[in-house]
């Protein structure tokens, strides 16, 4: 069999780690969050790959053989954070403890010295792997040599092999120093041919296949422009691939012997584990037991005993065995990841040590039914297993916790995770996805009964086996109310949403198609007049020519390929000339037409002509709730022909309406009640418009003699106050001079002083503590806030001032809706909650639970939270979701 090397860029590695993890620190206060990280992706890679040979590379420096040719070499790489610098000792006491050597040498890079040991292996036939963030490896692939590039988090890797390389980029390896040659790299400073990018440099090198091919052909290349920049910078570009050219050739020998990996020994790995507080690890690797050599083999961890369950008779036997009084755990495992159609392919149940697996020709057995919608359950994400137990036909009353909810509440920043990442950083057995399914999950249908059961068997133990570990870590931080109360519950109601759905007449999002398409066809017209000639609308390098060659407009912006026509860049020529409104108002109209005409008819359910979307509810890191597939959240209402599409959603049946109730200013209100403004508190508190009122302070005149523009401004800078806004933002915002935009902010904070005490206060308790929180104890972890890059450190003072108002504001509404839910359910009404849109709640409502209606739902929403100022909810009723507004 061939041997595998395991070659990691530490560099690259513990980068990854330290801004996949939260700032943490032991009681000695040095900072572990890079070590902890990289640490978890050392044993995933050691159980996974399980290598015959090991080693760890890093950069000797910052000064290199190419700085000899080229001074300038990641010139414009910012100095790394003294808190992850610091933890490289650390980390290479770690990787010391674990028995595998480093390599550094002065004058070369980890990328030489691991492609020189590359192809030391190759000569070997030793099969390598290269672990890195870096494309630059990508050279170095070939038929024993893949890359293993690191992506999201801590554990997500992508393999990339020669057939990958050719399917991603439709290059051989070795033509990679060919695209940096061309297009260069800005991470590495390395300059290329201007105005050439990656798709430009692609479409070059499919034709030429070669940088210097490339060079020798220019008078074959269409475009002027294009010749004339390679023309002139031919050396520039032989001196970027000589930059990004791997040498590996470095005069270093990989040691084979000391290279050689046959496990760990606790007893050394233990007590470092100890110092940096790697509780969790300790656990995991089992380092409480002295003196073994251990290889923690992801084969023996994932292996769970379980029974399979084919029939009536055996799982009568195995429910006989459940303990009925105490809760138990449950996974439900589909052909995909759409749980609202999908296959339901089998049950796993988890108590203790009883694990058993039902097959799908036994889902309709009545006892396991019976059971399932009796017991108490611990499950991975609630409002998709009880989703599925409506499809089954029974309804999980008593779900008692959920996972997913649990880690989302722990940590936010860091909660888009699969069950097996959440075992795996508790040390719990559970199979990856991957493991069983291969990389494409739609196979799931062609793995073998073994392998499903296997996997399923997995899941509910680790459930079962995580909910002791997550509930002391969620009552450690005081967020089990937040738990119980709020989230857990919301994904009940959330999945009763969800099957429910919105009814969509596509004959009306047909007839507002067919009027978009008119609009843009005569606005199309327009631009073509306004032009003095026809040119592709959609291309930006056409209208750029357009604006700045023909029509004279001030270029503002530029990029690689030419000049900028983003949004930004057009709204801020508008009043230059008026084919600039045109192409903006194109431009709105072609997205509607495609995104939300186009995109909405094609995902109304056939059966039921009603749109299902799906609600997120633990994404976000504020709490809010987001809708995807489609996100009906997004519709846009800025102009009157995506508020039109809105007259498409009606009620599932004649002569019921559509009830709209919108917290009115509720994050300010917030913001009142969080800072304790005076003012603040005493407009909302007398009923004063907000905006008026602001005006009134910030210019000195009396509240009637405000104007539209004062008003206009003064919410401006209140929204934006709430957002952590710089004078340079408001600026942009409202189109004036930067310093009068200072001046503004600076009379603002001078009449509402409670709102520049928060401001300030804020930020220092998220500099000491590390996180901040909402009213109900929702924390959100800001890492980057004692960072000393200033653009990271800055938006985590903005996070820290905003998220307690917008986390608060989605804490709130959520709470609302637990509330309305359970009301309506006890009052029996035949009313129902459809869609929640930010601060917005839809329902349908027959005709005669209207007086109710109008009455209960903001009675509840308005008092569901007690603040220093009253929430204000407008209500309203239409035939469809445009009139409801």
């Given at each position: 069999?061939?041997?595998?090397?395991?070659?990691?860029?530490?560099?690259?590695?513990?980068?990854?780690?330290?801004?996949?993890?939260?700032?943490?620190?032991?009681?000695?206060?040095?900072?572990?969050?890079?070590?902890?990280?990289?640490?978890?992706?050392?044993?995933?890679?050691?159980?996974?790959?399980?290598?015959?040979?090991?080693?760890?590379?890093?950069?000797?420096?910052?000064?290199?053989?190419?700085?000899?040719?080229?001074?300038?070499?990641?010139?414009?790489?910012?100095?790394?954070?003294?808190?992850?610098?610091?933890?490289?000792?650390?980390?290479?006491?770690?990787?010391?403890?674990?028995?595998?050597?480093?390599?550094?040498?002065?004058?070369?890079?980890?990328?030489?010295?691991?492609?020189?040991?590359?192809?030391?292996?190759?000569?070997?036939?030793?099969?390598?792997?290269?672990?890195?963030?870096?494309?630059?490896?990508?050279?170095?692939?070939?038929?024993?040599?893949?890359?293993?590039?690191?992506?999201?988090?801590?554990?997500?890797?992508?393999v990339i092999d020669a057939a990958a390389l050719m399917e991603k980029?439709?290059?051989?390896?070795?033509?990679?120093?060919?695209?940096?040659?061309?297009?260069?790299?800005?991470?590495?400073?390395?300059?290329?041919?201007?105005?050439?990018?990656?798709?430009?440099?692609?479409?070059?090198?499919?034709?030429?296949?070669?940088?210097?091919?490339?060079?020798?052909?220019?008078?074959?290349?269409?475009?002027?422009?294009?010749?004339?920049?390679?023309?002139?910078?031919?050396?520039?570009?032989?001196?970027?691939?000589?930059?990004?050219?791997?040498?590996?050739?470095?005069?270093?020998?990989?040691?084979?012997?000391?290279?050689?990996?046959?496990?760990?020994?606790?007893?050394?790995?233990?007590?470092?584990?100890?110092?940096?507080?790697?509780?969790?690890?300790?656990?995991?690797?089992?380092?409480?037991?002295?003196?073994?050599?251990?290889?923690?083999?992801?084969?023996?961890?994932?292996?769970?005993?379980?029974?399979?369950?084919?029939?009536?008779?055996?799982?009568?036997?195995?429910?006989?065995?459940?303990?009925?009084?105490?809760?138990?755990?449950?996974?439900?495992?589909?052909?995909?990841?759409?749980?609202?159609?999908?296959?339901?392919?089998?049950?796993?149940?988890?108590?203790?040590?009883?694990?058993?697996?039902?097959?799908?020709?036994?889902?309709?057995?009545?006892?396991?039914?019976?059971?399932?919608?009796?017991?108490?359950?611990?499950?991975?994400?609630?409002?998709?297993?009880?989703?599925?137990?409506?499809?089954?036909?029974?309804?999980?009353?008593?779900?008692?916790?959920?996972?997913?909810?649990?880690?989302?509440?722990?940590?936010?920043?860091?909660?888009?995770?699969?069950?097996?990442?959440?075992?795996?950083?508790?040390?719990?057995?559970?199979?990856?996805?991957?493991?069983?399914?291969?990389?494409?999950?739609?196979?799931?249908?062609?793995?073998?009964?073994?392998?499903?059961?296997?996997?399923?068997?997995?899941?509910?133990?680790?459930?079962?086996?995580?909910?002791?570990?997550?509930?002391?870590?969620?009552?450690?931080?005081?967020?089990?109310?937040?738990?119980?109360?709020?989230?857990?519950?919301?994904?009940?109601?959330?999945?009763?949403?969800e099957r429910q759905g919105i009814n969509v007449d596509s004959n009306?999002?047909?007839?507002?198609?067919?009027?978009?398409?008119?609009?843009?066809?005569?606005?199309?017209?327009?631009?073509?007049?306004?032009?003095?000639?026809?040119?592709?609308?959609?291309?930006?390098?056409?209208?750029?020519?357009?604006?700045?060659?023909?029509?004279?407009?001030?270029?503002?912006?530029?990029?690689?390929?030419?000049?900028?026509?983003?949004?930004?860049?057009?709204?801020?020529?508008?009043?230059?000339?008026?084919?600039?409104?045109?192409?903006?108002?194109?431009?709105?109209?072609?997205?509607?037409?495609?995104?939300?005409?186009?995109?909405?008819?094609?995902?109304?359910?056939?059966?039921?002509?009603?749109?299902?979307?799906?609600?997120?509810?633990?994404?976000?890191?504020?709490?809010?709730?987001?809708?995807?597939?489609?996100?009906?959240?997004?519709?846009?209402?800025?102009?009157?022909?995506?508020?039109?599409?809105?007259?498409?959603?009606?009620?599932?049946?004649?002569?019921?309406?559509?009830?709209?109730?919108?917290?009115?200013?509720?994050?300010?209100?917030?913001?009142?009640?969080?800072?304790?403004?005076?003012?603040?508190?005493?407009?909302?508190?007398?009923?004063?418009?907000?905006?008026?009122?602001?005006?009134?302070?910030?210019?000195?005149?009396?509240?009637?003699?405000?104007?539209?523009?004062?008003?206009?401004?003064?919410?401006?800078?209140?929204?934006?106050?709430?957002?952590?806004?710089?004078?340079?933002?408001?600026?942009?915002?409202?189109?004036?001079?930067?310093?009068?935009?200072?001046?503004?902010?600076?009379?603002?904070?001078?009449?509402?002083?409670?709102?520049?005490?928060?401001?300030?206060?804020?930020?220092?308790?998220?500099?000491?503590?590390?996180?901040?929180?909402?009213?109900?104890?929702?924390?959100?972890?800001?890492?980057?806030?004692?960072?000393?890059?200033?653009?990271?450190?800055?938006?985590?003072?903005?996070?820290?001032?905003?998220?307690?108002?917008?986390?608060?504001?989605?804490?709130?509404?959520?709470?609302?809706?637990?509330?309305?839910?359970?009301?309506?359910?006890?009052?029996?009404?035949?009313?129902?909650?459809?869609?929640?849109?930010?601060?917005?709640?839809?329902?349908?409502?027959?005709?005669?639970?209207?007086?109710?209606?109008?009455?209960?739902?903001?009675?509840?929403?308005?008092?569901?939270?007690?603040?220093?100022?009253?929430?204000?909810?407008?209500?309203?009723?239409?035939?469809?979701?445009?009139?409801?507004?």
């Open positions: 069999m061939t041997k595998k090397l395991l070659l990691i860029d530490g560099n690259s590695v513990a980068n990854r780690a330290f801004y996949a993890l939260p700032m943490l620190s032991n009681k000695q206060g040095v900072y572990t969050n890079a070590a902890l990280g990289f640490t978890m992706m050392l044993l995933k890679l050691l159980e996974d790959e399980q290598p015959d040979y090991i080693a760890c590379i890093f950069d000797a420096g910052k000064k290199t053989f190419r700085h000899d040719t080229y001074k300038d070499y990641k010139g414009k790489r910012e100095k790394t954070p003294h808190e992850l610098s610091g933890q490289f000792p650390i980390i290479k006491s770690i990787i010391d403890a674990f028995d595998i050597p480093t390599y550094e040498l002065a004058n070369y890079e980890a990328d030489d010295i691991m492609g020189t040991f590359a192809q030391q292996a190759k000569a070997e036939q030793v099969k390598t792997a290269l672990v890195s963030g870096d494309k630059d490896t990508f050279q170095l692939i070939n038929d024993l040599t893949v890359v293993y590039m690191t992506k999201k988090g801590i554990s997500d890797m992508e980029y439709n290059l051989k390896p070795t033509q990679m120093v060919d695209l940096k040659g061309l297009m260069g790299d800005s991470s590495d400073n390395i300059p290329g041919v201007p105005g050439v990018g990656e798709k430009t440099a692609l479409k070059l090198l499919h034709e030429y296949d070669s940088l210097e091919n490339v060079l020798e052909n220019i008078d074959n290349i269409s475009g002027n422009k294009l010749k004339e920049r390679l023309t002139d910078n031919k050396e520039q570009a032989i001196l970027s691939k000589q930059l990004a050219t791997i040498n590996t050739n470095v005069p270093l020998s990989i040691d084979w012997e000391k290279a050689s990996y046959e496990g760990y020994q606790k007893e050394k790995v233990r007590p470092l584990f100890e110092e940096l507080e790697f509780k969790q690890l300790i656990d995991r690797l089992g380092l409480d037991i002295d003196g073994e050599r251990g290889t923690d083999n992801i084969a023996d961890r994932q292996k769970i005993e379980f029974t399979e369950i084919t029939s009536a008779q055996a799982l009568e036997a195995s429910l006989s065995a459940i303990n009925q009084s105490c809760p138990v755990a449950i996974y439900i495992e589909t052909s995909g990841t759409n749980y609202h159609t999908d296959e339901i392919l089998a049950i796993a149940i988890a108590q203790k040590d009883i694990n058993f697996v039902c097959d799908k020709q036994i889902l309709d057995d009545k006892n396991l039914l019976k059971l399932i919608e009796q017991a108490t359950l611990y499950v991975y994400d609630a409002k998709r297993t009880y989703y599925l137990g409506k499809r089954l036909g029974i309804s999980m009353s008593k779900i008692k916790t959920d996972i997913m909810l649990m880690n989302y509440l722990i940590d936010p920043t860091n909660s888009d995770k699969e069950l097996a990442e959440i075992a795996n950083a508790y040390g719990v057995k559970s199979a990856t996805e991957e493991t069983v399914y291969g990389k494409n999950r739609k196979d799931i249908t062609k793995i073998s009964k073994e392998q499903l059961f296997s996997y399923v068997a997995t899941k509910a133990n680790a459930v079962n086996s995580l909910v002791a570990n997550l509930e002391a870590k969620l009552m450690e931080n005081f967020l089990d109310s937040l738990l119980y109360d709020i989230e857990l519950p919301l994904s009940l109601v959330l999945a009763d949403m009306i999002l047909e007839n507002i198609g067919d009027e978009l398409t008119e609009k843009i066809t005569t606005i199309t017209q327009e631009i073509y007049e306004l032009a003095g000639e026809e040119f592709n609308i959609n291309s930006p390098k056409q209208m750029g020519v357009i604006l700045f060659d023909k029509l004279g407009l001030p270029p503002i912006k530029k990029t690689k390929t030419g000049y900028s026509t983003s949004a930004d860049v057009l709204e801020k020529l508008a009043n230059q000339h008026p084919i600039v409104d045109n192409i903006l108002l194109h431009r709105q109209l072609v997205k509607l037409q495609s995104t939300y005409i186009e995109g909405l008819l094609k995902v109304i359910n056939k059966d039921t002509n009603k749109i299902h979307t799906y609600y997120n509810q633990a994404l976000t890191a504020t709490g809010r709730l987001s809708s995807t597939e489609p996100n009906l959240q997004n519709i846009p209402i800025r102009l009157e022909e995506g508020r039109k599409i809105r007259k498409a959603f009606i009620p599932a049946k004649s002569g019921w309406k559509l009830l709209a109730a919108d917290y009115s200013q509720i994050e300010l209100r917030i913001l009142a009640h969080i800072a304790q403004d005076e003012n603040l508190i005493e407009a909302f508190q007398q009923g004063i418009d907000i905006h008026t009122k602001t005006a009134s302070d910030v210019f000195g005149v009396a509240l009637d003699e405000v104007t539209s523009l004062m008003r206009r401004q003064a919410k401006a800078v209140n929204f934006g106050i709430v957002y952590g806004i710089s004078d340079y933002g408001l600026s942009q915002n409202l189109n004036i001079a930067r310093k009068e935009a200072k001046e503004f902010i600076e009379l603002y904070f001078k009449h509402f002083q409670g709102v520049h005490d928060y401001m300030t206060k804020i930020v220092k308790v998220a500099k000491k503590q590390g996180y901040v929180q909402t009213i109900l104890q929702r924390r959100r972890y800001l890492p980057e806030i004692n960072s000393s890059n200033f653009n990271l450190r800055s938006f985590a003072e903005r996070t820290a001032m905003n998220t307690p108002i917008q986390g608060t504001a989605a804490d709130i509404i959520k709470l609302a809706m637990v509330k309305l839910a359970e009301e309506i359910k006890q009052r029996k009404l035949d009313s129902r909650m459809l869609l929640q849109v930010h601060d917005e709640l839809i329902f349908e409502v027959p005709e005669h639970e209207l007086e109710i209606m109008t009455k209960l739902v903001p009675e509840i929403m308005e008092n569901c939270t007690k603040l220093s100022v009253p929430l204000q909810v407008d209500v309203s009723i239409g035939d469809n979701w445009y009139d409801a507004k």
